[in-house]
DNA sequence: CGCACCCCCTGCCGGC
DNA sequence: TGCCGGCAGGGGGTGC
């Protein structure tokens, strides 16, 4: 579910209501994720102080008072909100009580996420090489440089996290349409134009759908438990027959590497 | 190396 | 109406 804009909407959300606020308590009610929490988890997070809530791909980051960190993933379903005490509800697996009163929640009915504290290796290995998706440094030229020798699709080489962390199935649909490009090019056949237009696309759709709150097809909520709106933004996907927003031309659904894809067979080449 | 395919889970939707 | 198969925004592993 969750991709760059939706992790970074939560960070932004809870950032400043976290940080200073001391964990009284956490609970594992359920500790079966995709990866285990960790036995030592709950101790390793009681009584420590929070930093500042950050995000780094599609991992939301917490600097913890004794140097290590919390880290979050929210899988397909998974939502981290915040509120006043409340009794637990179907698929709350994890709860954070805070020294102001209130609680946060980590619930994920298909349980795909991840909760961790981790020391600042650790948390290297799991986050990886991949550059995040709104650093400054991804250019066009960065790109098609890495593109060079690839014999994947443009849409894999751009879902891959080692390479740009951020980027998931929604927002490449997306960017894709707006850059000209189908999802099944060869990321080789890639002209140094195409890469340029790639990257603006990617920080247009990425802006846009922050300064939406993210985009709610089903599950995703804020930090607050709110939805986002930047589905209603969505140029190509989930459109399948429907028609192109810019030539009305339907657009295709199609199966690449795995992942529905779509795009408009007029617009994109 | 790249990809098809499997897994992890629950929920929802469309077809019969 | 009810059941069943297929599919879903994520990621990791295996084997070809």
């Given at each position: 579910m969750p991709e760059l804009p939706e992790v970074e909407t939560i960070a932004r959300g809870l950032a400043p209501e976290l940080?200073?606020?001391?964990?009284?308590g956490v609970t594992v009610r359920e500790a079966r994720l995709r990866t285990p929490v960790a036995r030592d988890f709950a101790a390793r997070l009681r009584g420590r102080t929070l930093g500042r809530m950050g995000r780094t791909g599609k991992y939301l980051v917490t600097p913890l008072d004794d140097g290590a960190r919390w880290l979050v993933h929210l899988g397909m379903t998974g939502r981290l909100t915040i509120g006043a005490h409340r009794l637990p509800i179907l698929h709350d697996h994890v709860e954070l009580r805070l020294d102001d009163g209130r609680m946060l929640v980590y619930n994920d009915p298909r349980r795909f996420g991840r909760l961790d504290v981790l020391d600042a290796a650790a948390l290297a290995k799991v986050v990886g090489p991949g550059v995040d998706?709104?650093?400054?440094?991804?250019?066009g030229d960065w790109l098609f440089a890495r593109a060079r020798g690839r014999r994947t699709s443009v849409k894999a080489l751009l879902m891959d996290q080692r390479e740009i962390a951020g980027l998931g199935n929604i927002y490449v649909s997306e960017l894709l349409h707006r850059a000209g490009i189908r999802p099944r090019r060869r990321a080789a056949r890639l002209t140094r134009d195409d890469c340029a237009r790639a990257i603006a696309a990617m920080r247009a759709v990425l802006d846009g759908a922050i300064a939406r709150g993210g985009s709610s097809i089903s599950d995703y909520r804020d930090g607050f438990d709110r939805a986002g709106s930047y589905q209603d933004d969505h140029?190509?996907?989930?459109?399948?027959?429907?028609?192109?927003?810019?030539?009305a031309t339907p657009i295709r659904g199609v199966v690449v590497v795995g992942r529905s894809s779509f795009y408009c067979p007029t617009c994109q080449r």
């Open positions: 940080e200073g606020r001391t964990v009284t998706a709104l650093d400054a440094t991804l250019t140029l190509v996907y989930d459109r399948a027959g429907e028609p192109c927003r810019r030539c």
